[in-house]
Protein backbone atom coordinates (compact mmCIF):
# COMPACT_ATOMS: atom_id res chain seq x y z
CA UNK A 1 0.00 0.00 0.00
CA UNK A 2 1.05 3.44 -0.59
CA UNK A 3 -0.61 6.96 0.91
CA UNK A 4 -0.11 10.03 -0.90
CA UNK A 5 -0.48 13.63 0.09
CA UNK A 6 -0.14 16.73 -1.72
CA UNK A 7 0.31 20.05 -1.28
CA UNK A 8 0.99 23.56 -2.96
CA UNK A 9 -1.97 24.00 -5.09
CA UNK A 10 -4.11 27.75 -4.93
CA UNK A 11 -4.74 30.51 -7.44
CA UNK A 12 -2.39 32.47 -9.35
CA UNK A 13 -2.04 35.17 -11.77
CA UNK A 14 -1.03 34.39 -15.24
CA UNK A 15 2.47 34.51 -15.67
CA UNK A 16 2.87 33.39 -12.32
CA UNK A 17 4.59 30.13 -10.48
CA UNK A 18 3.24 27.19 -8.35
CA UNK A 19 4.85 24.27 -7.11
CA UNK A 20 3.20 21.18 -5.91
CA UNK A 21 4.53 18.58 -3.82
CA UNK A 22 3.92 14.77 -3.46
CA UNK A 23 4.77 12.85 -0.90
CA UNK A 24 4.68 8.91 -0.60
CA UNK A 25 4.28 6.55 2.49
CA UNK A 26 3.68 3.53 3.28
CA UNK A 27 5.43 -0.17 2.37
CA UNK A 28 4.66 0.23 -1.04
CA UNK A 29 7.28 2.67 -1.68
CA UNK A 30 10.24 0.60 -2.11
CA UNK A 31 8.21 -0.63 -4.94
CA UNK A 32 7.71 2.50 -6.89
CA UNK A 33 8.58 2.61 -10.14
CA UNK A 34 7.45 5.95 -11.73
CA UNK A 35 5.97 8.92 -10.29
CA UNK A 36 4.08 11.63 -11.84
CA UNK A 37 1.11 14.45 -12.03
CA UNK A 38 -2.29 14.00 -13.82
CA UNK A 39 -4.55 17.17 -14.42
CA UNK A 40 -8.10 17.59 -14.98
CA UNK A 41 -10.00 20.51 -16.07
CA UNK A 42 -14.14 20.56 -16.19
CA UNK A 43 -15.88 18.77 -18.21
CA UNK A 44 -12.23 16.46 -19.21
CA UNK A 45 -10.24 13.54 -19.34
CA UNK A 46 -7.76 13.06 -16.61
CA UNK A 47 -4.36 13.82 -18.88
CA UNK A 48 -0.83 13.57 -18.15
CA UNK A 49 0.60 16.29 -17.30
CA UNK A 50 4.36 14.98 -16.33
CA UNK A 51 6.41 11.68 -15.24
CA UNK A 52 9.62 10.26 -14.13
CA UNK A 53 10.70 7.28 -14.43
CA UNK A 54 13.39 5.79 -11.75
CA UNK A 55 16.39 6.11 -13.75
CA UNK A 56 14.95 8.02 -17.42
CA UNK A 57 14.41 10.96 -18.47
CA UNK A 58 11.08 12.68 -17.66
CA UNK A 59 7.80 13.09 -19.95
CA UNK A 60 5.89 15.93 -20.65
CA UNK A 61 2.41 16.74 -22.47
CA UNK A 62 3.25 19.09 -24.95
CA UNK A 63 1.25 21.61 -23.73
CA UNK A 64 3.71 22.22 -20.78
CA UNK A 65 6.76 21.92 -22.33
CA UNK A 66 9.08 24.36 -21.21
CA UNK A 67 7.22 25.34 -18.56
CA UNK A 68 7.10 22.98 -16.34
CA UNK A 69 9.51 20.93 -14.55
CA UNK A 70 9.46 17.61 -12.49
CA UNK A 71 11.48 16.37 -10.25
CA UNK A 72 11.88 12.94 -7.86
CA UNK A 73 13.62 12.91 -4.88
CA UNK A 74 13.82 8.78 -4.39
CA UNK A 75 15.40 9.34 -0.66
CA UNK A 76 12.29 10.75 0.32
CA UNK A 77 9.55 9.47 -2.25
CA UNK A 78 8.99 12.75 -3.50
CA UNK A 79 7.43 14.10 -6.65
CA UNK A 80 7.63 17.62 -7.05
CA UNK A 81 6.17 19.88 -10.28
CA UNK A 82 7.33 23.10 -10.61
CA UNK A 83 5.06 24.91 -13.17
CA UNK A 84 6.11 28.91 -14.56
CA UNK A 85 4.59 30.83 -17.03
CA UNK A 86 1.07 29.58 -15.87
CA UNK A 87 -1.86 30.22 -18.37
CA UNK A 88 -5.61 29.98 -17.85
CA UNK A 89 -5.82 26.60 -19.82
CA UNK A 90 -3.40 25.08 -17.00
CA UNK A 91 -6.60 25.46 -14.34
CA UNK A 92 -7.61 22.27 -13.13
CA UNK A 93 -7.30 19.51 -10.14
CA UNK A 94 -3.87 18.28 -10.21
CA UNK A 95 -3.33 14.42 -9.22
CA UNK A 96 -0.32 12.85 -7.78
CA UNK A 97 0.05 9.40 -9.72
CA UNK A 98 2.74 6.94 -8.85
CA UNK A 99 3.15 3.50 -9.98
CA UNK A 100 4.27 0.50 -8.04
CA UNK A 101 5.51 -3.20 -9.63
CA UNK A 102 5.57 -6.31 -7.42
CA UNK A 103 7.11 -9.16 -9.92
CA UNK A 104 4.87 -8.56 -13.08
CA UNK A 105 2.55 -6.67 -11.14
CA UNK A 106 1.25 -2.91 -11.88
CA UNK A 107 -0.76 -0.94 -9.13
CA UNK A 108 -1.56 2.89 -9.41
CA UNK A 109 -2.14 5.08 -6.62
CA UNK A 110 -3.69 8.43 -6.39
CA UNK A 111 -3.71 11.72 -4.55
CA UNK A 112 -6.48 13.16 -3.61
CA UNK A 113 -5.93 15.66 -6.35
CA UNK A 114 -5.35 19.67 -5.73
CA UNK A 115 -6.97 22.72 -7.17
CA UNK A 116 -5.05 25.05 -9.04
CA UNK A 117 -6.13 27.98 -10.48
CA UNK A 118 -5.22 30.53 -13.09
CA UNK A 119 -7.04 33.76 -13.38
CA UNK A 120 -6.45 37.44 -13.14
Known amino acids: QVQLVESGGGLVQPGGSLTLSCAASGNGVRNIYIMGWYRQAPGKQRELVAE???????KYADSVKDRFTISRDNTKNLVTLHMNNLKPEDTAVYYC?????????????WGQGTQVTVSS
Open 97 to 109: NVGVRVLDDDHDY
Open 52 to 58: KPQIARP
